[in-house]
């Protein structure tokens, strides 16, 4: 997608770019489980990413009816979800991927 510009004055041009980082890493925890799957997915596809998405192994049902979802609509292997306990998150950190968007406590 080409860059646009969303804003103009004779002071400032405010232009968007979107720029694709490239294979990231998504690890979302327990609550709010939609709503995480939406500030953590949507995004970094929108912008042209491959996401790996590792939901909490509390919330499998819901991540699994949501991924079913963005599946219907993204092309193959542009979405792919991960389910698991940690190890599977610490694995997906650990693997050859652009960048990892987590949410979780101050302890973890």
């Known amino acids: 997608m080409q860059s646009q510009i969303i804003y103009e004055d004779k ?4 232009t968007l770019y979107y720029e694709p980082k490239g294979v990231g890493g998504s690890i ?22 491959t996401v790996l998405y590792k939901p909490s192994n509390l ?19 542009v979405f792919i979800p991960l389910y698991g306990a940690g190890d599977v998150g610490a694995a997906l950190v ?3 991927i652009d960048f990892v968007v987590f949410t979780g406590s101050s302890q973890t």
């Open 94 to 96: 650990k693997s050859d």
């Open 11 to 14: 002071h400032a041009i405010h």
């Open 59 to 77: 919330c499998i049902r819901t991540a699994k009816v949501v991924s079913e979802l963005l599946a219907t609509c993204v092309p193959k292997d």
């Open 28 to 49: 979302s925890p327990r609550n709010y489980p939609t709503s995480q799957f939406v500030w953590q997915v949507i995004p970094p596809l929108l912008a042209g990413n």
